[in-house]
């Protein structure tokens, strides 16, 4: 089902007509004669379900008709994911692709997805009708309106755009007639992910909209999961938009993007790196994090992409260039002259290799990152285990002083929070957590301890109105993470989440961690020696060719990145270096560290420079 711009007779370019390919569409997706189908798929969408947890949710089938002309005009840009190109990107990304009118445009097929106003769309039909001009203007409808097709879901964006193409077409000296025509079979108003508008085409190029699924109406992310393969999770919409895309494509077809480079690392974007890596080849990268790419700010990672419908080969990259047209023209010249040696182009191999992320990172260390895949086995696979603290829901009802927690003994623990690491040791400010899980890893029964009872029922708004409390009533008490209490007692070490360094903390075997904190136990490595070896930078390098970046260039120390990082086995490590390696934990000494380490791996004096360079900026 998808939305049709309605009729609007006061604007002069209108000509009352939904396009032609947009009509046969919702006759194809239907099967009903085409005003039939119009009159299903306007007026008898789904309602949109009620918001979850306060959030407004867009549904995206049924858009224009549910939300109030008014209020869609108004529509929060950030909900739609509405964030435009700036000119000297869009044409940067049109020279990558190769849309540039020394080649016959016009007698090949484009694609836009989601053009907005027209930022990309405009400045490639402008390249479009100078290859149509060169060719001697050959028959306006004919040759032109298969070249184009352009989709965009709010009316709004639509309708100015449409104005702004026919006001381009006529400055071109292409008739009004024709002009209205054209505009109407290369303009679909609607769902790009609904919409059936074929595959064919040499060229796909835009900035596909950044929504998270959870804005999106439970009906219509059941309609795209039914289509998309590459959609699990917590996928953005962006990623199924580049796996329609892809598909759109033609063999030698070519696909350039700005968009956000998340997918590249994390994990929904598995299935789609999966997908990319079974028939298309990674051309281009440029990273634009930090960059002036777009016309207003944005808290996006953005990263241009370009795909080719043809099978692998290297990946030429570039990274955050100055958004200026001489500069990026400068530098597509770069990027496309493989034979050209520049210091701003990098070329790298087998970046795309089945679902893997793909580490873009400077080739040293990417290079030692593959380096120490190939010879030694992964954290979990030597006896070390990876976990994240407790997560209550409700720290206001479950955290407080120790001392003053008025629960029986064994109904809480001491817990360690972020701030009680800053500085790199434990310093515990004396917190505490209340635990209503017993050894047996069930939630303990309140009737058998009277003060647990009284001070979580002291509480129970703040504990009742959690979401998981609301799912389950009778566990209502339970914290959102199992507690295990046996961990208080083993020693681990202790890495809070978002950070720019790699932060390794020891704690003795005291306190249990809070969220935000990840922690390393083992029953077979020695952790100060394992200390030394994360200190050494060995942590940084794997976290940092595997997390995504945040803003202010952090990363994540997620589970998920750290369990990467390889060492060798305990009983591997010769018995002199060993002691070294502890003493050097114990002392925090970052350069013993990595003299140590290097001997351990076996490091290259190459090897051991790019490990020493992760510290370095530490
Ligand atoms: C990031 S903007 C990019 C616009 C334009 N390509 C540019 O670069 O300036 C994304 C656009 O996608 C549109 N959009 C959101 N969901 C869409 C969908 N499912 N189908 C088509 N367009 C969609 C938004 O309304 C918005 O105009």
């Known amino acids: 089902m998808n939305s049709i711009t309605p009729k609007t007779h006061a604007d002069p370019y209108c000509d009352g007509a939904v396009s032609n390919s947009w009509r046969q569409s919702h006759q194809a997706d239907t099967g009903l004669p085409n005003d039939q189908a119009f009159f299903q798929k306007s007026f008898h969408a789904p309602r949109t379900p009620a918001p979850e947890r306060g959030r407004r949710r867009i549904d995206i089938v049924s858009y224009h008709r549910t939300v109030p002309t008014g209020r869609l005009e108004a529509a929060d840009p950030k909900e739609r994911g509405a964030v435009f ?5 869009v044409d940067f990304i049109l020279d990558l ?34 290859a149509w001009e060169t060719d001697g203007r050959p028959d306006v409808h ?19 755009t449409r104005s702004r193409l026919m006001d381009l077409l006529t400055s071109r000296g292409i008739g009004l007639t ?25 060229f796909v190029f835009g900035n596909p909209p ?59 974007g598995g299935p789609l790196r999966q997908f990319v890596s079974e028939g298309f080849h990674l051309r281009f990268y440029v990273d634009m994090i930090g960059t002036k790419a777009f ?29 200026k047209s001489k500069t990026l023209s400068h530098l597509a010249k770069c990027l496309l002259d493989a034979n050209q040696d520049s210091r701003e182009v990098e070329e790298m191999l087998d970046i795309v290799k089945g679902n893997q992320p793909w580490i873009l990172d400077d080739s040293g260390e990417r290079e030692l990152v593959r380096w120490l895949e190939d010879r030694f086995p992964s954290l979990e696979e030597v006896g070390c285990k990876v976990g994240i603290g407790v997560t209550t829901g409700a720290d206001k009802a479950f955290i407080a002083q120790f001392d003053a927690l008025d629960v029986e003994p064994d109904r809480k623990l001491p817990l360690v929070m972020t701030r009680d690491i800053a500085t790199g040791r434990v310093a515990w400010r004396g917190l505490g957590v209340i635990n209503p899980f017993g050894d047996d890893g069930k939630l303990v029964d309140l009737n058998s301890y009277p003060r647990l009872r009284a001070y979580l029922e002291e509480r129970e708004p703040a504990i009742a109105g959690r979401y998981i409390a609301r799912k389950s009533p009778h566990k209502w ?6 507690i295990d209490p046996v961990l208080v007692g083993r020693p681990k070490l202790l890495i809070p989440d978002i950070k720019g360094r790699a932060h390794i903390v020891y704690e003795d075997g005291h306190l249990y961690p809070h969220h935000n904190l990840y922690y390393i136990v083992s029953d077979q490595w020695d952790l100060h020696a394992l200390q030394a070896v994360l200190i050494s930078g060995v942590a940084q390098l794997f976290v940092g060719a595997y997390s995504p ?11 998920q990145y750290l369990r990467r990082i390889r060492v060798p086995y305990w009983h591997d490590v010769p018995p002199s270096l060993r002691t070294k390696l502890i003493d050097a934990g114990k002392a925090k000494d970052v350069k013993a560290s990595i003299r140590l380490v290097a001997r351990l791996y076996g490091l290259s004096a190459r090897q051991k420079a790019v490990l020493a360079k992760q510290c370095a900026s530490t």
């Open 85 to 89: 190109t700036r000119r000297e990107v």
């Open 97 to 130: 692709v190769g849309y540039t009118s020394d080649k016959p445009l016009h007698l090949m097929r484009a694609l836009e997805p989601s053009f907005g106003e027209g930022d990309f769309l405009l400045p490639a039909i402008e390249r479009l009708l100078d």
């Open 549 to 559: 970046r945040m803003r202010g260039d952090c990363l994540r120390f997620q589970a």
């Open 178 to 202: 024709a002009a209205r025509r054209l505009t109407a079979s290369w303009l679909v108003c609607g769902d790009f992910l609904l919409s059936s508008i074929g595959d064919g085409f040499d």
């Open 142 to 160: 004919a040759t032109l309106a298969n070249a184009i097709v352009a989709v965009e879901l709010q009316s709004g964006s639509y309708t100015k």
């Open 477 to 482: 008490y339970r914290t959102i993470d199992r």
């Open 210 to 268: 950044y929504v998270r699924h959870d804005l999106i109406a439970d009906v219509t992310m059941a309609q795209y999961r039914r289509r998309y393969r590459t959609i699990t999770g917590r996928a953005d919409i962006y990623v199924p938009f580049i796996e329609r895309s892809l598909t759109a494509l033609n063999r030698g077809g070519q696909l350039g993007f700005i968009c956000s480079d998340r997918w590249m690392k994390n994990s929904y």
């Open 295 to 323: 016309h207003k700010e944005v808290v996006a990672y953005p990263a241009i992409t370009v795909l080719a419908r043809q099978s692998s080969g290297p990946t030429r990259a570039a990274r955050r260039p100055e958004i």
